[in-house]
């Protein structure tokens, strides 16, 4: 506990080189959720990229968020999720991950990342967004707003769930899905891959009552 | 990887019980950033919230986001933000996560969460909001905006980082922070806390060009 640590303020931040910064910046949130997101072109191109911006926004209704840069590398995934209003998530596992990594390059609008990195696109019922095969947790979304944020001209995409695969063993009696047992990774950084081990689940927090340990599947 | 997968549609979603809902839509986006939010009202009385929706807006300028729920428990932690416009964020270590989880039980407004679970406030030279001093990556945001999302009423804050505490050995020569190397957990769910353990770092993703391993500190 008695590390030593560096102080970095404003100026120093402002002085980082814009890789330097990059990296140094994405890995302060902490542990990042990690998906392949998968969409379709009007003209039935599929396109696959990975995400480390999407998040929990509210239960009831159920609704995710993403971030989008509409400049960056996703941008062909923004062209489809307005255009076809469908969006898939993907949770990536050890077995796939330098691919789902690969997703990132920047492929030309004509390429799918399905056949540049051997993944395998995979259609349910009713979606026309391709699923990963390889994945075991995957979630389909449709698209509900889209949100401006002014002061970096980044993009908050709203999803509502509508469907979810998740592995029968993994779903808890109580609705908890135990994705390390499902093998979802998580990032930190811009590349920085891990896996998770289980450390405890505790009790709903009420004042001044002592937390109890919630077992594990 | 033959894993039998459950499916779950629109309907079985909508007839959820409210806490397995909670419990089963906070799970799908993956593991989850954890942050102590450290906050204080301008009559000098410190707060302290778990987080768990926390994540990277973009590096230049240096910007999170987290989202708050008006009505939710940390209540006394937006009124905070919007008065006096500073937060910090205190990475959750193994050691206190007990004490983490507890700051998020329903405490009156005069009580302050450092005081309820023992964790110490720790004040830097420029910041007058309360870091963690159990926590070892810490980080102090400006408030920069706030967006309410229409949809279901929730709050996205935007804050600008101003000054960061890492540990000395955390810090890669290219500006990745080893928060794994740091202690830093990860949650899942609601309540499910883990570890993080190293897999692999990879390096930029261009297309036909095979992806090189970047190793840890």
């Known amino acids: 506990m008695m590390k030593s640590l560096s102080h970095i303020d404003s100026e120093a931040i402002d002085r980082m080189e ?10 302060l949130p902490g542990f990042k959720s990690l998906n392949l997101v998968g969409t379709i072109s009007r003209e039935g ?44 998530l993907n949770h990536v596992l050890e077995q796939f991950v ?14 799918s990342e399905f056949e540049a990195t051997g993944l395998s696109p995979l259609f349910s ?46 779903l808890s009696v109580d609705g908890y899905v135990d994705i390390q047992h499902a093998g979802s990774l998580t990032v930190s950084g811009t590349d920085a891959y891990h896996r998770a081990e289980k450390l405890i689940r505790l009790s709903y927090a009420k004042p001044d009552i002592p937390l109890s340990e919630i077992p594990f599947l």
């Open 125 to 170: 019922d009713s979606f026309k967004a391709p699923y990963v095969a390889e994945s075991v947790v995957r979630i389909g979304l449709t698209l509900r707003d889209t949100i401006t944020i002014p002061i970096n001209g980044t993009l908050l995409v709203v999803g509502e769930v509508v469907e979810v695969f998740v592995p029968v063993e993994c």
């Open 18 to 27: 814009k890789t330097f910064r990059a990296n140094f910046i994405n890995s």
């Open 45 to 88: 191109k599929t396109n696959l990229a990975i995400f480390s911006q999407v998040f929990h926004l509210g239960a009831n209704p159920a609704l995710m968020g993403m971030i989008i840069r509409p400049d960056s590398v996703p941008r062909h995934t923004l062209t489809n999720i307005l255009k076809t209003g469908q969006i898939t």
């Open 98 to 111: 330098a691919q789902a990594h690969q997703t990132s390059a920047r492929y030309d609008e004509e390429v």
